[in-house]
């Protein structure tokens, strides 16, 4: 009887994992995209903004009532999240060194379960609202960069969506699925197969929509600077919308401050590849050099006897 529960039990363990590992891949992965998801909802609505700014009599049709409560309401929401975990990869990428442990390990602060599900929660709300009363038909989509502007962009993108999800989405989902305060000391190591995953999955949505979308973080501002100038000549009394305001500001600098990350990350791996080539250099020329210094020991001078109690 004790076999037979024994080996039912580790059946059991191992239909969960079959189970478990995938489900959590796949929504690891889904939930991440909603960082660069409200990228893509914040330049949509910049756009429409700018758009409205140009129609000086309302429009004909009666937007939709999700439409209206995103565009008539500041998304003060999404411009908060994105900005703090924007930051605070910057301040990671400037301050952390160039080492290639496991990333979770250089994060020196992990907000509580219930902070990260109430994060989580208030942009999924938001961005799925806010997408389904958008649309990318009809809407500028900025002005146009050269691909390796846009790939800097995407870099620094992909770090701000690892840092999201190791912060907020990852401790949520392993505190559903396996139970306990995740974004403590017993968190989940990262396996290869989430990361090749969460890259992949960004890289697809910036190819697909983002890569051209999210241009108007700053090509709207660049806009309505370009008609000031051009029409504040010809006629003194301008639509106040064409007026560069705080939201095109916040717009512009997140869209730079992506950018930045992008450098920084592209910099440090730089570094770390060089540093790799030199040691493995280093090791060909002298591959005794290593093994010809002495051992450090770490241990005490002081030692044992044979009973283990009395230290000699």
Not at 75 to 99: E, F, W
Not at 111 to 117: F, G, K
């Amino acid at each position: 009887m004790k076999m037979s529960h024994a080996g039912g039990g580790k059946w059991r363990r191992e239909a969960e994992q079959l189970v478990v590992k995938p489900f959590r891949l796949v929504t690891t992965t889904l939930l991440s995209l909603l960082l660069p998801l409200s990228f893509l909802l914040l330049s949509r609505l910049s756009s429409a903004s700018f758009l409205f700014s140009l129609i000086k009599s309302p429009p004909e049709t009666k937007p939709s009532f999700f439409f209206s409560i995103f565009y008539y309401t500041n998304p003060a929401i999404l411009y908060g999240v994105v900005s703090s975990i924007s930051v605070y990869t910057l301040v990671l990428g400037l301050t952390t060194k160039i080492t290639a442990t496991e990333p979770n390990r250089s994060i020196p602060f992990y907000p509580h379960v219930t902070i990260a599900w109430l994060t989580l929660f208030l942009v999924q709300i938001s961005v799925g609202l806010g997408l389904e009363g958008t649309s990318s038909e009809g809407l500028i989509i900025g002005s146009e960069r050269n691909f390796l502007s846009r790939l800097v962009f995407f870099f620094g993108l992909h770090e701000v969506m690892l840092l999201w999800s190791r912060v907020i989405v990852r401790p949520v989902v392993d505190s559903t699925l396996i139970g306990g305060d995740t974004a403590g000391h017993h968190r989940v190591e990262e396996t290869a197969v989430e990361r090749v995953a969460l890259a992949v999955s960004c890289g697809t949505l910036w190819w697909w929509k983002l890569r051209d979308e999210v241009e108007a973080l700053v090509g709207v501002a660049e806009a309505k600077r370009a008609l000031l100038l051009l029409l504040l000549p010809i006629d003194g009394n301008l639509n106040v919308g064409l007026d560069v305001g705080t939201v095109d500001f916040v717009n512009w600098w997140l869209y730079y401050m992506v950018v930045t990350i992008g450098m920084v990350r592209i910099v440090k791996g730089s570094l770390w590849f060089g540093m790799i080539l030199l040691f493995e250099q280093g090791r060909r020329r002298d591959p005794r050099g290593v093994s010809t210094a002495p051992p450090v020991s770490t241990a005490s001078p002081s030692h044992y006897d044979d009973e283990g109690d009395t230290k000699v």
